[in-house]
């Protein structure tokens, strides 16, 4: 692997954006192919996943990382589009009505982003007809729906409801999410899964696509 490769891979695990912003820009002016510098990225994303599930990272240390990985995305996404490189797929996400959390959903869309994704955030109390305007714009294959508390849950089947009158639920497969969310749940509402953190999110979100 390239050097600035490796410290790409190295800054990211380390949480250093500084370094991996520094690295990026050195990579493209060694004329690395961006989907190289990309991938390099994405699998040190999955690393940090990986880490997070085996208990050796926490929260912080993948914030850190994942803003780490969008600080040379930024360099990057320029030259991604300049060379054609399609996203793995479009996905629009937001918190749903009634509720203002917004950290899960956060780290679940730089997860997402780290594994090559592009991501659309709708932001935090986003109403029903919000998603159905977003899928309608940007037609998503996923549609990532989050809620941290009891009482702002039922917004996601009255939010799957809506998209099934607009005629969109066959074109999308959702995703939900927060502390109180179960598979049961998921199962019950007719959303096609969750997952319990960011790195599992960004896992079954590429199986889904």
């Given at each position: ?70 600080g ?38 730089m ?5 090559g ?93």
């Amino acid at each position: 692997m390239n050097n600035s490769l490796e410290n790409i891979t190295r800054g990211i695990l380390d949480g250093n954006q500084s370094l991996v912003s520094a690295q990026v820009q050195a990579a493209l002016t060694d004329k690395i192919e961006p989907r190289s510098i990309l991938d390099a990225m994405t699998s040190a994303m999955a690393e940090v996943g990986r880490l997070f599930e085996e208990g050796e990272f926490f929260v912080p240390e993948m914030l850190v990382a994942a803003r780490a990985m969008q600080g040379g995305l930024v360099i990057l996404k320029p030259q991604l589009v300049a060379a054609d490189v399609q996203p793995v797929g479009k996905v629009i996400i937001g918190t749903v009505r009634g509720d203002l959390h917004d950290i899960g959903k956060n780290l679940v869309s730089m997860m997402m982003e780290g594994a090559g994704f592009e991501i659309h955030d709708l932001g935090v109390d986003v109403p029903p007809e919000k998603f159905v305007d977003a899928i309608k714009e940007i037609n998503p294959q996923l549609v990532c729906m989050s809620a941290l508390l009891t009482t702002t849950m039922t917004n996601m089947p009255a939010t799957i409801d809506a998209i099934k009158q607009a005629g969109l639920r066959d074109k999308v497969k959702i995703l939900i999410g927060g502390a109180p969310v179960t598979e049961a749940y998921a199962n019950q509402i007719g959303a096609d899964g969750t997952a319990q953190d960011a790195s599992q999110a960004a896992r079954l979100a590429a199986t889904l696509v």
